[in-house]
């Protein structure tokens, strides 16, 4: 059966005698409204595959599963199989790989999963200690994800949506803005958890179908640029650049000219096409 109030989470780890590792980043929803949030964003329908990392005891699994074609989940703890077996038991299609998400081949592991004409959407309740690593595993994989829908810290919410002049745009706002539209759906109280973490959380979309037209010729290169500009916020571009990505200052000014921007400018006032054309200058 799944279980989303508290009383319901805490008898099924109390009959699994499971306890919820800190460790894996284990705060499991207990909230059936921020459940039922999440699933109206992926609307799941009968040509939607779901890739879940993180299923936990299984709440959202099995409630993307009732409307779902199919949903993958990644799961790292192995010790929750017995709660999953159990809670997913009337959803013959959901699946769970027991699995570090970091460690797997994502393209290997769907390719058999996805038809031709599927819809594949990202959705994760994610671990907070790993947030970034595995949205940009899964972001920068060349599997072809729709849309993603995660639960993140708040904060982190707050870096991912910011716009150019604030002090939250930085590297994640444009790592995630530059593979989609990205909007805040809403945020999400500590209540709403078990055990309830230390932090208030949001859930954010991205929108990959609808990716800004810009693109880099070289989008490690882009990103190379990208993190050395906002490697020191307090100097300019140029300095900034210059100690980055170990150029001469002068080569470093004449690409920023080139690029039409301000070498006294400081990164957060830089738009994602200024970078992508910045990058592309770079690289001449
Ligand atoms: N989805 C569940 C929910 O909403 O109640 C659980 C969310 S809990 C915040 C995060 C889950 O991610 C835990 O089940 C944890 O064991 C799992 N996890 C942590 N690190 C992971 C990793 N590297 N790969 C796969 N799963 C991981």
Redesign the pocket.
């Known amino acids: 059966m799944t279980a989303v109030s508290a009383r319901e989470?805490k008898e099924l780890l109390r009959r699994h005698g499971v306890i919820a590792?800190k460790g894996?980043?284990?705060?499991?929803?207990?909230d059936a409204r921020v459940?039922d949030g999440i699933v109206r964003a992926v609307a799941p329908d009968a040509r939607t595959v779901v890739l879940?990392?993180?299923?936990?005891?299984?709440?959202?699994?099995a409630a993307l599963a009732e409307r779902a074609k199919r949903v993958v989940a990644?799961?790292?703890?192995e010790s929750?199989r017995p709660v999953l077996d159990e809670v997913l038991a009337p959803h013959g299609n959901a699946e769970v790989v027991y699995?570090?998400?970091?460690?797997?081949d994502l393209r290997a592991l769907l390719a058999p999963r996805l038809d031709e004409g599927d819809r594949l959407v990202f959705a994760?309740?994610?671990?907070?200690?790993?947030t970034t690593?595995?949205l940009f595993q899964v972001l920068e994989s060349d599997v072809p994800v729709s849309r993603a829908v995660v639960?993140v810290q708040r904060e982190v919410a707050d870096r991912m949506v910011a716009r150019p002049g604030g002090k939250d745009y930085g590297v994640l706002s444009i790592g995630v803005q530059y593979r989609g539209e990205v909007r805040r759906l809403f945020n999400v109280p500590p209540s709403a958890?078990l055990p309830q973490?230390g932090v208030e959380s949001a859930v954010v979309e991205i929108d990959c179908d609808k990716r800004p037209a810009v693109r880099a010729a070289d989008e490690a290169a882009l990103f190379r640029v990208v993190r050395a500009a906002f490697g020191t916020r307090r100097k300019t571009l140029e300095n900034a650049l210059a100690a980055g990505l170990g150029m001469p200052k002068e080569m470093v000014r004449q690409k920023v000219v080139a690029a039409g921007i301000d070498p006294g400018a400081r990164a957060e006032q830089l738009s994602l096409a200024d970078f992508v054309r910045l990058a592309d200058g770079m690289g001449k």
């Not at 894996?24 to 207990?30: A, D, E, S």
Request: proline share 9%.
């Open positions: 989470v590792k894996y980043g284990q705060n499991f929803l207990v459940l879940e990392v993180g299923p936990g005891l299984g709440a959202l699994t990644i799961e790292k703890d929750l699995e570090d998400c970091l460690k797997v994760a309740n994610l671990p907070y200690y790993v690593p595995i639960m958890f973490p």
